[in-house]
Nanobody
């Protein structure tokens, strides 16, 4: 599975960004896509993830500010980030995992995209 992500950049506190990720390759009909992030000195953490069935998982720190959506037909996932804060600054990684088939449980990562929240 290959992941192509876009949408990072520099934004002022309170601003918004949207990240997009497209998956291609050996995609099982049931899968999960989402975003992790990592800032210097910290471990990589889940930001928001969504399955083909619509189940979501997210970090408490983004509740009410970020939303995730996906287009199953296009194998695309979108992360809308509003009210961004300096602590959201990190490299964001698109993540994919098949939930069935011969590659069940195998994780795939996109190249990171940098999100910087600063005035």
């Amino acid at each position: 599975v290959q992941l192509q992500a876009s949408g990072g950049g520099l934004v002022e506190p309170g601003g918004s960004l949207r990240l997009t990720c497209t998956a291609s390759g050996n995609i099982f009909r049931e899968n999960a896509m989402g975003w992790y992030r990592q800032s210097p000195g910290k471990e990589r953490e889940v930001v928001y993830a969504i399955t083909t069935g619509g189940s979501v998982d997210y970090a408490d720190s983004v509740k009410g500010r970020f939303t995730i959506s996906r287009d199953n037909a296009k194998n695309m996932v979108y992360l809308q980030m509003n009210d961004l804060r300096p602590e959201d600054t990190a490299v964001y990684y698109c993540h994919f995992v098949n939930l069935g088939g011969p590659t069940y449980g195998r994780e795939y990562w996109g190249k990171g995209t940098l999100v910087t929240v600063s005035s």
